[in-house]
């Protein structure tokens, strides 16, 4: 029968600091309420929580801080809905109600000693970000590491500061591209996918993961495939509306699987059996 | 379940223990309204009417995940779940009693054990009612739920003019002990009624032939009449989907409640994401989700078909479409095929 027992209580945190990254994405950093909380609260990168408004709703968000930072945990948010949108608008000291960590994150146990890819889209950088704080801080247990994250215009672009701790990391290289260039880019413009040809990957000792929009991740995972990265070497982060984030409410289901508690990163290998379409 | 006690008990005897029950909780019972009979409360006094009775128009899933229910209310810095009633239910058919096995294990089993319908459970009492004859569309009698070993508290068989009793569980036996001049014990087995449907599926091998036939026209052909309303989903006693929805309280900004709603994924919102895209946007795509949750992914997730034979998705279909003679033309198609 079932290991945990769901009722769907979340619980308060408070917002330290909002700090805005752009027009349109703002991160938040929030402690627990209760110490309690705080300390027995811990998640995997790649997992996500849910993140709600008293009186108007939650929304499913993979949690972005680094997974060994016990006093608080940070989420961005872009402005997408009305959960979103409220947030939005809350400034340092009111109360978000949170329940989680839920599902299952990126494997980094597994991955020790590997080279590894990481592919970002978009809003989909958070939740690596929190990966790179990891391997960062385990640097010598992993090979080289690849960074690569791909922005719709510089404006998109999230973390430029928290990027910045990342430079001088032995062997970890981050290139950065956006589709459409302007005066205040001199980087790379175009596809995350173009930033391939330039990278000296050695298919079988390389482990892949990835977390975009879907049409993004779709062409990824063609370029990965390519550079010879085994299917079952790929790691994915699917999106889908999460609500009870428990496996029960139906609305991730694809196939027989459930993004919620089987995911929401998957491998390649399990993604193209599904029974139902994913992207 | 074997072992359990059985007893016999008047019509009168039946009417005075709902009678009683009804003063210590909430009972419900087959109520005909102006077309069918469905689930609704009965209160102490009132009579117990069910000549002619085949079953309720929707599911008693209902009661257990009513169709909107408050799970929590915020306060200013808890959020707490109301309490639960105890619930008494009489007159579930044996294909309803498969049906909420099934949502059991969908609800309480797998990695997590979901509190609200968990309690609900718990503090409910299911008094199952053997079939006398088929209605128009059921077809129980091929899926192998016409009968039912375990699942309910009491199981009652119409007998003379009375029933005979088959105690399933503690919580029945318990009942029965309590009323026990109502009841009479018998050593003899229910005499088994043999009800004959019209209706049949034929499911040997199912979920297989369902597998290799996800890319068949079929869908489209069913998708072409389907007019998306949502009624199989909605009459259906294994459909379990839901959404949380949070409300405010406009009196007092302080307070906020999460309800669960059922909702259904033959509705087009139903697998939208923030920013508006819907992964199921084909109605092709959300029919195949009804025909596969029943008859593939819930028997690879729980072991079973998630389809009893109720007929009810039949019944309200103002398309007239009929899982059994889909089902026909998928496994004709599949014959061809090999």
Known sequence: ?279 | MTGGSFYVIKKSGLQKLLDSLSRRMTVFVPVKGPDDYNFREMKPGNSLNIDGYENTEFPPRMIFMPDRETILEYEKNSAKAPAEARTAVFGIRPCDVHALNILDKVMLGHDYREEHYGKKRERSVVMALACRKAGENCFCGSMGTDAVKEGFDLLFTEQGDGYHVAAGSEKGERIVAENKRLFRKTDDEAKKIRIRCKKNMNIENLPEIMKDMRDSKIWQDVAGRCLSCASCTFSCPTCYCFSLTHESDIANPDRARVLREMDYCMLVRFSRVAGGFVFRKERNERVKQFFYHKLLYGYNNEGALHCVGCGRCISECMAKIDITEEVRKVREEHGRKK
């Open chain 1, 1 to 279: 029968m079932a290991e945990k027992n769901e009722s769907y209580r979340p619980v308060p945190a408070k917002i330290l600091s909002v700090m805005k990254e752009n027009e349109r994405v703002k991160t938040f950093r929030l402690s627990f309420v209760s110490r309690e909380d705080n300390a027995s609260f811990s998640f995997t990168p790649g997992q996500f929580a849910m993140f709600g408004v008293a009186g108007v709703g939650e929304a499913p968000i993979s949690i972005c801080s680094p997974s060994f930072e016990h006093k608080y945990i940070e989420v961005s948010i872009r402005k997408a809905g009305n959960v979103t949108g409220a947030m939005f608008g809350m400034k340092k000291g009111d109360t978000v109600w949170v329940r989680g960590p839920y599902g299952r994150g990126f494997p980094l146990d597994e991955c020790k000693g590997r080279d590894i890819v990481l592919v970002a889209g978009g809003i989909g950088f958070p939740p690596l970000a929190s990966v790179i704080d990891h391997l960062a801080r385990h640097r010598k247990e992993y090979g080289r590491i690849w960074v690569l994250y791909g922005a719709r215009d510089f404006e998109d672009l999230v973390f430029r500061k928290r990027s910045k701790r990342w430079t001088g990391i032995e062997n970890l290289k981050m290139l950065v591209t956006v589709e459409s260039p302007c005066t205040s880019w001199n980087g790379c413009t175009g596809m995350v996918t173009d930033l391939f040809s330039g990278l000296d990957v050695d298919g079988k000792r390389t482990v892949a993961m990835s977390c975009g929009p879907p049409v993004m991740m779709k062409f990824v995972t063609l370029g990965l495939q390519k550079m010879g990265i085994q299917d079952n070497d790929i790691y994915l982060s699917l999106e889908r509306m999460m609500q009870c984030g428990i496996g029960k409410c139906g609305h991730c289901s694809i196939g027989d699987r459930h993004v919620c508690t089987d995911g929401p990163v998957f491998r390649y290998g399990e993604i193209k059996n599904m029974l139902e379409r994913v992207w």
